[in-house]
């Protein structure tokens, strides 16, 4: 059974940073196409982030420069660093891994707010 579990969301003031992690069991990262998405107050979920088994990464035009998405094989952790943070930012952030061109599974997400 696949278990995502996100972290270090909270409360943090526009320009500030946060990095997200989610540690996965039942499942290697390093095998996997694995993102992250986030869901706005009032609006769809949006991909922030995706990180395919070859290394290649692609971000929301709204996050490129200040967000970065990389794994740590060795803790089967994925992280999302956030920088440059703002109000617009603020949502649920969910960890996901991909199976072809679908979700396959989400994690519980984590909540993140940027004050202005």
């Known amino acids: 059974q696949v278990q995502l579990v996100e972290s270090g969301g909270g409360l943090v003031q526009a320009g500030g940073s946060l990095r997200l992690s989610c540690a996965a069991s039942?499942?290697?990262?390093?095998?996997?196409?694995v993102g992250w998405y986030r869901q706005a107050p009032g609006k769809q979920r949006e991909l922030v982030a995706s990180?395919?088994?070859?290394?290649?990464?692609n971000y929301a035009e709204s996050v490129k420069g200040r967000f970065t998405i990389f794994r740590d094989q060795a803790k089967n952790t994925l992280y999302l660093q956030m920088n440059s943070l703002k109000p617009e930012d603020t949502g649920v952030y969910y960890c996901v891994v991909f199976g072809g061109f679908t979700i396959r599974d989400w994690g519980q997400g984590t909540q993140v707010t940027v004050s202005s």
């Open positions: 039942g499942i290697m990262f390093g095998i996997n196409d």
């Open positions: 990180l395919i088994i070859g290394g290649s990464t």
